[in-house]
C-alpha cells in the first residue's frame, strides 16, 4: 500500500468515527423532533424511543401555534436578545480594544478586576441583583435581564486577545496622522473584528436566549415570561401527559439559535479569510 492510498484510508477512517460520533450527538435532538410530529405522544411517551414516528402529523405544532402565548414569548425573548447582545458586544469590542492597546494607569489591576468575575457564578449574585432592581423598582420588566449582561468578563477577555494578534503599527500611524482613539478603533480595528464580533454574538445569543434562572427569579407576570419561562412552566404543568406538545415547543425554542448560529458560523469563515491581518 502506497503512502497515498494509506493515508487516504486514514482520513476515510477518521470521517467514519467523526459521523459515528456525530449522529451520536445529534440523535437527542432527532428524537425531539420525531416526538414532537408524532401525536400519540400525547397520550405516552413511546417506548422504545424511535427515530420515525409511526404517523406523522404536525398536529403538535398546530396546536402551540394557536396559542398566542408562545408568540408573546418569542417577542419578549427577542426584545432582550437583542438588546443583550448588541449591548454586551459593542461594551466588549470598546473594554477588549482598551485593554489591549489603551496605555492608562491601573490597567493590568483593572484587567486583573475583569478576570475575576469569571469566577464568580450566578447564584451568589441572584440576592444581591434582586435586591438592587427591587429597590429602584425594575421588578417585572426587560431591564434586569437586559443590563447586568452588558458587561461580560468572558467577551472582554475574549476582544482583547483578539486585539493582542492585531499589529500596533496600525495604531501608530493613525496616531502620526492625528486620529484620536474613537476614529482608530472605528476606522481601522473595528472593520477587522468581524470574526470575534461573529463569535461574541452566537456566544451571547445563547447565554440570553437560554437563561432561565435569573428571568424566573425578577418575572412573575406571565405576559413578560420569555421562552424558557414558557417552556418550563408548560412542561411542568403537564409533565409527560402531553409529551408531543413539550417536544414541538422545545423544537420551536431552539430554532433561533440554530439559525443565528448556522449563518454567523459562515460569516466567521468569511471573516478571517478577508481580514487580510494575521498578526504582527
Not at 404517523?55 to 402551540?64: E, K, Q, R, T
Request: aromatic share 14%.
Amino acid at each position: 500500500m502506497t503512502n497515498k492510498q494509506s493515508e487516504r484510508l486514514i482520513d476515510v477512517i477518521k470521517f467514519i468515527v467523526l459521523l459515528i460520533f456525530g449522529i451520536l450527538l445529534m440523535s437527542p435532538f432527532i428524537w425531539m423532533i420525531s416526538v414532537g410530529f408524532d401525536r400519540t405522544a400525547n397520550i405516552a411517551m413511546p417506548f422504545p424511543p424511535r427515530l420515525i414516528p409511526e404517523n406523522i402529523s404536525n398536529f403538535n405544532y398546530g396546536i402551540i401555534f394557536e396559542n398566542g402565548r408562545v408568540f408573546k414569548a418569542y417577542l419578549n425573548s427577542g426584545i432582550v436578545t437583542t438588546s443583550s447582545v448588541t449591548l454586551s458586544v459593542c461594551a466588549a469590542l470598546l473594554g477588549g480594544y482598551a485593554f489591549s492597546k489603551g496605555n492608562f494607569k491601573g490597567k493590568k489591576i483593572l484587567f486583573i478586576m475583569v478576570l475575576c468575575t469569571l469566577m464568580i457564578p450566578i447564584e451568589p449574585r441572584l440576592i444581591p441583583l434582586y435586591k438592587l432592581f427591587n429597590s429602584v423598582g425594575l421588578l417585572n420588566t426587560f431591564w434586569p435581564l437586559i443590563l447586568p449582561s452588558i458587561v461580560s468578563g468572558f467577551l472582554i477577555f475574549l476582544c482583547k486577545q483578539f486585539f493582542d494578534q492585531l499589529p500596533d503599527t496600525l495604531r501608530e500611524a493613525a496616531q502620526i496622522d492625528g486620529a484620536g482613539e474613537f476614529k482608530i478603533f472605528f476606522k481601522i480595528y473595528f472593520p477587522l473584528a468581524g470574526p470575534i464580533a461573529a463569535t461574541m454574538v452566537i456566544l451571547s445569543f445563547i447565554w440570553s436566549w437560554n437563561d432561565l434562572m435569573w428571568p424566573l427569579v425578577v418575572l412573575s407576570n406571565q405576559e413578560l415570561h420569555t421562552i424558557p419561562l414558557y417552556l418550563a412552566s408548560f412542561s411542568l404543568e403537564n409533565g409527560t401527559s402531553l409529551g408531543g406538545l413539550t417536544m414541538a415547543l422545545a423544537t420551536v425554542s431552539i430554532l433561533p439559535i440554530v439559525v443565528v448560529y448556522l449563518f454567523l458560523q459562515r460569516y466567521i469563515i468569511q471573516s478571517i479569510a478577508l481580514s487580510g491581518v494575521k498578526g504582527e
